[in-house]
């Protein structure tokens, strides 16, 4: 299913703070309700985020009263501007900006000519990347066996993507080849990810999910109750992975139990030209930490700590799969020394 659709000048995609209680379609149809969308996680998911990126110029473009192209151009560049700075760490919504931005630049041509081309490339990249995660799917899935449980962290499902997924997208390719698996999906504090998004994706597809809390793992695969970990990524770097809070600590755990731990991204999620320390993790509002939903659970006052997300040093990556291989840890080397 379609998670972010296109329709004259419109982009309909479904409100994710809503799920799993109440599905409501989101409208969008200027760049700055694009622009609260992705700052409030109405929209959210690194690949989803890079079509959102491509979309919100998209309305630029469509909502455009300039007069000539080079006029087009900058207010194409300004609604740029506001769109990356909703959030810094998933680097494809720097990624589905400057596609579209380059696009529109190279393109020769009048200023309708100008605009089709930006609408349409916002299109080509959400259908690229709904391929690239079947494609991811079919890949990631020699890697999970019959009869394995599954433990992911936070939403890389249909949800966070296009179509299909990234780490659900393997789960679900190898439950269609009939491998009888199971999932156990951590809740994900503070936002609550996985008890909001993924239990909901993979109930609904009747694919067997067992919800826990984050502080459950290392009892879990102390008992021998996970053989294998999936999760996706914001983004993926010479020397580490980055995802949801919480996964460096699932791969940590992970390694001290001999389970694999393994990340599918596409490679709009890899950025190998930085390190892990050059990356800025966004921290987000004290509320997320201090309530559960609407209830507050902390004192007043209280000081509060809440990035959202966290590096795995490559060293506990068992493998990163996309969309044209499996990178097993001796080809990580070649990541610091090339662009992919
Ligand atoms: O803050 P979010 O919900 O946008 O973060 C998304 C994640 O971190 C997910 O874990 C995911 O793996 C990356 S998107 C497939």
């Not at 080509?124 to 391929?131: H, V």
């Not at 992970?254 to 190998?272: C, G, M, Q, R």
Request: hydrophobic share 40%; net charge negative.
């Amino acid at each position: 299913m379609r998670m972010i659709k296109w329709q004259n000048g419109t982009v309909l995609t479904p409100d994710q703070t809503k799920l799993p209680l109440q599905e409501v379609t989101l409208e969008i149809k200027t760049v700055e309700q694009m622009a609260e969308a992705i700052k409030t996680l109405r929209i959210r998911g690194a690949p989803l985020l890079g079509a959102a990126a491509g979309f919100g110029l998209a309305i630029a473009a469509y909502n455009s009263q300039a007069t000539t192209p080079p006029q087009l151009i900058a207010e194409l560049e300004a609604a740029g501007i506001v769109i990356k700075h909703q959030r810094p760490t998933a680097v494809n919504l720097f990624w589905g900006v400057d596609r579209v931005l380059n696009k529109v630049k190279s393109t020769q041509g009048t200023l309708e000519e100008l605009k089709a081309a930006t609408i349409l490339e916002a299109q080509l990249i959400a259908d690229e990347d709904a391929a690239q995660n079947h494609a991811i799917g079919k890949n990631g899935s020699v890697l999970i066996d019959d009869g394995d449980t599954i433990l992911t962290h936070c939403n890389a499902g249909e949800l966070a993507t296009v179509e299909y997924g990234t780490a659900l997208g393997v789960i679900r390719a190898a439950w269609e080849q009939g491998k009888k698996i199971k999932v156990i999906a951590d809740e994900t504090r503070p936002l609550l990810q996985g008890a909001r998004l993924t239990v909901y994706e993979l109930k609904r597809d009747g694919i067997p999910v067992t919800l826990i809390t984050d502080n459950m793992a290392a009892y879990i695969m102390k008992k021998g109750l996970v053989n294998k970990v999936i999760v996706g990524a914001d983004r993926i770097v010479q020397d580490a992975v980055f995802n949801k809070i919480g996964t460096y600590g699932v791969a940590v755990l992970a390694h001290e139990h001999n389970i694999p731990f393994y990340v599918a991204a596409p490679k709009s999620t890899f950025d190998l030209t930085s390190k892990a320390d050059d990356i800025t993790i966004e921290e987000r509002n004290s509320d997320e930490v201090t309530h559960v939903g609407c209830q507050q659970t902390a004192p007043n006052n209280i000081a509060v700590y809440n990035p959202a997300f966290d590096a795995t040093p490559l060293k506990y990556v068992s493998a990163i799969i996309c969309e044209t291989q499996i990178y097993y840890p001796q080809d990580y080397q070649t990541f610091k020394t090339k662009q992919q």
